[in-house]
């Protein structure tokens, strides 16, 4: 998946969408340089490769994702995304759970002018 938003409000379905497809490289590519990710466990991933692991473990456990979007607020380089979601994945134990919550996510602009996440947050987990 090849990443152009130049909408920021399509981050949260363009995240989504690779995600529940696989595409690790389409995933990596909605962030920015230096992001930030907090799981939804509340550990703390920082860097491109921690990145990597982290989602390709998310893959492995056969994510599913699903994203609402409920508010995009956007300044001259910044956009705040609240989203609501849900992730269902298999737990070690090998059943399916499915947290949920509602996060607000940072956007920021590229000089690109393609919008890509720097911090994504799902905390408010259920």
């Known amino acids: 998946m090849k990443t152009a938003i130049t909408d920021p409000a399509r981050l ?3 995240f ?3 995600l529940n497809g696989g595409d690790v490289e389409g995933v990596l590519a909605l962030f ?3 992001a930030t990710m907090r799981t939804p466990a509340g550990e703390i991933i920082v860097g491109h490769e921690a990145l990597r692991r982290e989602i390709s473990g998310t893959i492995a456990a056969r994510g599913r994702l699903t ?3 409920r508010h995009t607020l956007v300044g001259a380089g910044t956009a ?3 989203t609501d979601w849900t992730l269902e994945v298999t737990a070690p134990d090998g059943e399916r759970v499915a947290p949920t919550g509602t996060t607000a996510n940072v956007a ?3 000089a690109d002018g393609c919008w890509r996440f720097a911090v994504l947050n799902p ?4």
């Open 12 to 14: 949260p379905g363009a």
């Open 108 to 110: 920021c602009r590229g």
């Open 80 to 82: 705040l995304l609240v």
């Open 67 to 69: 994203n609402i979007p």
């Open 32 to 34: 920015a340089p230096g």
């Open 16 to 18: 989504e969408q690779a």
């Open 123 to 126: 905390r408010g987990t259920a």
